[in-house]
């Protein structure tokens, strides 16, 4: 599968308890971006990444969260101290500058959260 | 006020009908439009960009008016299979960065 791959597909967890995601973007794509998704809503964006480097964080993202590309392809997303409000679809996508003008970006099949 | 507004669903339509949805976008600045589709419980998925002088895809129809600010998106002859959630999308420019969508509008197709 050469798609944008998410791990885990659904996580329920305790209020209270850190959880941590990972998204594999395509493998030539050099932008990934976080989206989270609640219901009936469309996404709402977090951060992104350009290569390793986080170019733009949403008011969203609180301190609780926290993500990395340390190496420029895979990221991960965590959060910590997890609240009920947290539960919601976790999106990630990824593109390429050399489509630059397009944008295009490709999103995974994302990570449901439930926080109990 | 949000971003990217469209019409609250859900439309449903007998298969055959032609349907139209509309979006607005705040951003005078936004560059670049999308339409995405959204299965039940899946990913977004890219249904077409948006061209300042409309664009088609078979069945497909976007329109742009960078004046109204306004977006729609035009369904002909409807099937089954068109029944999702259609996200309209918009950029803030052309050099990447976040896309800012909607809320989406539910669409469902009855035979």
């Known amino acids: 599968d050469t798609g944008v791959s998410q791990d885990p597909r659904h996580k329920i967890t305790k209020r209270g308890q850190n959880v941590t995601f990972r998204c594999d973007p395509i493998?030539?794509?050099?932008?990934l971006y976080w989206y989270r998704q609640t219901l009936g809503q469309g996404p709402e964006f977090l951060t992104y990444?350009?290569?390793?480097?986080?170019?733009?964080k949403s008011r969203l993202l609180s301190n609780r969260f926290s993500a990395e590309r340390p190496k420029g392809s895979f990221s991960t997303l965590e959060i910590q101290r997890t609240e009920q409000g947290d539960s919601a679809m976790y999106l990630c996508?990824?593109?390429?500058?050399?489509?630059?003008?397009?944008?295009?970006?490709?999103f995974g099949a994302g990570t449901r959260l439930s926080v109990l | 006020r949000k971003e990217v507004e469209q019409d609250p669903g859900p439309f449903n339509v007998p298969e055959g009908a032609t349907v139209a949805f509309n979006c607005t976008y705040s951003?005078?600045?936004?560059?670049?439009f999308f339409w995405y589709r959204q299965d039940c419980r899946k990913e977004p998925k890219l249904l077409m960009s948006?061209?300042?002088s409309g664009n088609e895809d078979g069945r497909f129809t976007a329109q742009l008016n960078r004046a109204s600010q306004y977006i729609s998106l035009l369904i002909r002859d409807s099937k089954l299979s068109d029944s999702a959630t259609y996200l309209c999308?918009?950029?803030?420019?052309?050099?990447?960065?976040?896309?800012?969508f909607g809320q989406g509008t539910e669409l469902s197709v009855k035979p």
């Open positions: 996508a990824s593109s390429s500058t050399k489509q630059l003008a397009k944008n295009i970006q490709y």
């Open positions: 493998s030539e794509h050099n932008r």
């Open positions: 990444f350009q290569n390793e480097a986080q170019l733009e």
């Open positions: 951003n005078s600045a936004s560059q670049s």
């Open positions: 948006v061209y300042s």
């Open positions: 999308v918009v950029n803030a420019n052309n050099q990447g960065g976040k896309l800012i």
